[in-house]
């Protein structure tokens, strides 16, 4: 047989694919201790949940560094549009990835504003099930998968038995249907604490690994857990850090006292070191969070906090490498505000005492947090007005808010480390006490669409003829601005279609949701269509007032769009934009023809 440079190249690449597809993943047990085994060698999970998924242009420099810090693996809670760059970039640096696949919650909790219904949803769960399959099969050849991960904290956000039975049930039909198309890999299922322990037994024999989220001390006393059930199973912490605000016990005007930064550093390190690597079941862990943000968990939990590097940053590397910090985040040996109700717009004084172990310059700036009303509005941190200095004092501005709210401090030092401390205090304000819908308060302008990044609203309120309607929020083939445009994709010739981008998620009225984008004066979007003609009614607000959290004004226009780009702008000044839960609202009919239309920056102003 003739063999040219081409059939070689093609029996050298099949030949890599397949050695690469091969990869082996497996558990064993040796003098009473589990083992996990990836092409024959040990494998301690040294991990992290990863929160930046979506930031693909930096992915090269999240796992590097990663990689520095020690971190051998990842965890992510689902799969979208970027896992397999994801797991392109994981595989560059040596990290492995525990794939995780979503399971909805049954009532609306602490993660995710949804509610299905297990003994029913028949069709909800077969959606469910055929995407984990697919998922499986799309990954399953990858060199960085290292486990599957069904489902997060299910359990704990489902009411009856009879619910958590149904779910157990499903969760078997969809673990073990993975085990026959993939021997490479193992499953494992996480659940917060041991909410999940009885049933997985009971019902999931599927299950290779017991995933359990554990923060604090807790995690010295999970495998007692297991042996005192009988339960002998590996399971690995999918989530572990300082003590979480659930379990905390001590209350400071209406807010849990959160941990100092000493103890968040150092529940890390001596938590790997005493509670975890030398238990006979546990796997290994993986720390919550390797993140950034300007929310209430990232002060907390996450190791960057508006880019800045946070004690879970530093003890990640402590635990994993045995290395010291480089640089010591400045510390905060006191801070404390009056202990009196407080007028709101009034300035108070600020008692605060700082050290920085290099005798850095630093920069101080003061935050708040309110715990009332949606859920991103509890989420939500808000610069706070400030005066002064370290030298002579600081004042801050109460803000125009009513009850509790939590104040930080932040204190930021040329290494770009942070330091945190926080306290409770109470305010009083006329107006804010009289606010109908807490809700998040937005800067403007207030993109509901842009660039398809960190969509505000998401498109889950699908009506009409829907099952023929697709919609991609980052579509490239018409794009106004930017790379990405909205395009939903009607294919039937007859029928009418709508698509709500709405807050929360797969809601319809009955939870608190949306946000205050009082101070707009104008709503503008551009759209086109893929023909001349297209009809479309568009605009914001959906939910009526028969609904206990409706949208506080609609507004909308048909349009006649036409194959070219074309802005549109609605004049809103006089309405009531005190809760718009539905920031983009779609509806058209087809006359004779399939048709997509466009849509791309849509804004308040």
Not at 33 to 54: A, Q, Y
Not at 351 to 362: F, R
Not at 495 to 512: Q, R
Request: include cysteine; hydrophobic fraction near 35%; aromatic fraction near 14%.
């Amino acid at each position: 047989m003739k063999t040219t440079n081409t059939s070689i190249i093609t029996i050298l690449l099949l030949y890599f694919c397949c050695f690469m597809a091969n990869a082996q993943v497996t558990i064993e047990k040796k003098d009473s201790i589990w083992n996990l085994v990836v092409d024959g060698k040990s494998f301690d999970i040294k991990g992290v949940t990863f929160g930046s998924e979506n930031d693909v242009a930096n992915y090269d420099r999240y796992f590097k560094d990663l990689q520095a810090l020690g971190v051998n693996t990842i965890r992510t809670w689902a799969t979208g549009e970027n896992t397999q760059k994801l797991l392109d970039a994981a595989e560059k640096y040596n990290i492995k990835v525990m794939i995780g696949i979503w399971m909805r919650h049954g009532r609306p909790g602490m993660e995710d504003d949804d509610s299905f219904d297990y003994l029913k949803d028949t069709e909800g769960m077969e959606v469910m099930y055929k995407t984990s399959i697919k998922v499986v099969e799309m990954y399953k050849d990858h060199p960085a998968v290292l486990t599957w991960g069904i489902g997060n904290e299910v359990y704990l956000n489902m009411a009856t038995d009879a619910e958590k039975e149904a779910y157990s049930k499903f969760l078997e039909r969809v673990c073990s249907h993975i085990k026959k198309i993939d021997s490479n890999h193992l499953i494992s299922s996480t659940e917060a604490w041991t909410f999940g322990l009885e049933w997985w037994e009971k019902h999931v024999p599927s299950i290779d690994i017991y995933g359990i989220n554990c923060y604090g001390a807790g995690a010295n006393f999970l495998q007692e857990e297991l042996q005192k059930r009988n339960i002998d199973k590996p399971y690995v912490i999918t989530e572990f850090n300082v003590t979480g605000e659930w379990d905390i016990k001590d209350f400071k005007n209406g807010f849990k006292v959160e941990p100092s930064d000493e103890e968040k550093y150092t529940t890390i390190v001596d938590g790997y070191n005493n509670w975890i690597k030398n238990k006979s079941n546990c796997l290994g862990v993986y720390v919550f969070h390797y993140g950034d943000g300007n929310e209430y968990a990232s002060p907390w939990l996450f190791t960057h906090h508006r880019g800045l590097y946070r004690p879970t940053y530093w003890g990640i590397r402590k635990a994993y490498t045995g290395q010291e910090p480089t640089n010591a985040i400045p510390k905060i040996n006191s801070f404390e505000l009056p202990d009196t109700t407080l007028q709101s717009t009034t300035w108070i004084p600020v008692t605060l005492e700082v050290s920085d172990a290099e005798n850095e310059d630093v920069d101080v700036r003061f935050y708040y947090n309110q715990n009332t009303g949606s859920r991103k509005r509890r989420s939500q941190i808000n610069k706070l007005n400030s005066r002064g200095s370290l030298a002579d004092g600081f004042e801050i501005e109460i803000p125009k808010e009513h009850g509790n709210i939590k104040v930080y401090v932040n204190v930021q030092d040329t290494f770009n480390n942070v330091g945190i401390a926080s306290t409770g205090i109470t305010v009083t304000d006329k107006e804010a006490k009289n606010r109908k819908y807490l809700v998040p308060k937005v800067n403007l302008p207030f993109y509901v669409y842009k660039d398809g990044n960190d969509l505000p609203y998401i498109p889950t309120g699908y009506m009409g003829n829907y099952k023929v309607m697709t919609v991609d929020t980052q579509s490239t083939d018409e794009v106004h601005s930017g790379s990405y445009a909205i395009k939903i994709d009607y294919k039937e010739r007859s029928g009418w279609y709508g698509l709500a981008f709405v807050d929360p998620k797969n809601d319809w009225g009955t939870t608190l949701g949306g946000y205050e984008i009082e101070g707009a004066k104008k709503f503008s979007f551009w759209a086109k269509a893929d023909r001349d003609g297209v009809t479309a009614t568009i605009g914001f607000g959906l939910i009526d007032n028969d609904k206990p959290f409706p949208d506080t004004s609609k507004k909308s226009k048909k349009l006649e769009l036409t194959s070219e780009w074309k802005k549109y702008t609605f004049k809103i000044k006089r309405e009531n934009l005190s809760c718009i839960r539905s920031g983009l609202v779609l509806f058209s009919s087809s006359f004779g023809f399939p048709q997509t239309i466009y849509i791309d920056e849509v804004v308040f102003e």
